[in-house]
């Protein structure tokens, strides 16, 4: 009886690791994906308190500039993490914002040259491991979903022509 309870049980210890590996993946895309929508969330947070405070009603033209202490001991809007360049790879995902310059001589507080929108994107590094889903917001603050990437068709204002709305703007 003890032999057949071996061979039992090395049966099942494949199965049980198979199992626990798909339920890991799973879990970890579902992280990600969880996680990409929280940081674009701090980023249209950033971009507001930077046009309330900082833009002239304008907004930053970079990650990077949303990370530029305002002057006279001021703080960044955005952590370090997040302004590291033009793009930013974050927990499983690649980051990119752009927008469409002032055509005026503006300069905000931090004496960058201001946008007068935004759309940032959110794919995955790795599709299927890191994400599933792509993402996008904009001056809107609403963010997108889709399975494909919206860089290149996400617009500064309004919905894209394709994806989902997985959040609405709050009162803040």
């Known amino acids: 009886l003890p032999a057949e309870l071996a061979y039992v049980d090395k049966g099942i210890v494949p199965v049980l690791l198979a199992i626990s590996v798909v339920l890991y993946r799973g879990a ?3 992280g990600g994906e969880s996680a990409a929508i929280a940081t674009l969330d701090v980023i249209n947070q950033a971009q507001f308190a930077f046009m309330q405070t900082c833009g002239n009603q304008r907004y930053a033209p970079t990650l990077a500039a949303l990370g530029t202490p305002t002057p006279r001991g ?3 809007y955005l952590s370090p993490d997040m302004t590291t360049g033009d793009t930013v ?3 499983g995902y690649s980051y990119q914002m752009a927008g469409t310059p002032v055509t005026d001589d503006s300069r905000t ?3 960058v040259t201001p ?3 935004y759309q940032v994107t959110a794919d995955p590094t790795v599709p299927g491991l890191t994400g599933s889903r792509y993402f996008g917001s904009n001056t809107d603050r609403v963010i997108f979903e889709g399975t494909d990437t919206f860089l290149g ?3 500064e204002t309004g919905p894209p022509e394709r994806g989902t709305e997985i ?3 709050r009162t803040r």
Request: proline share 5%.
């Open 28 to 30: 970890r895309v579902r």
């Open 74 to 76: 001021g703080r960044a």
């Open 89 to 91: 790879v974050k927990g």
């Open 109 to 111: 507080c931090t004496d």
């Open 115 to 117: 946008v007068v929108g």
């Open 153 to 155: 068709i996400m617009p």
């Open 167 to 169: 959040q609405t703007v």
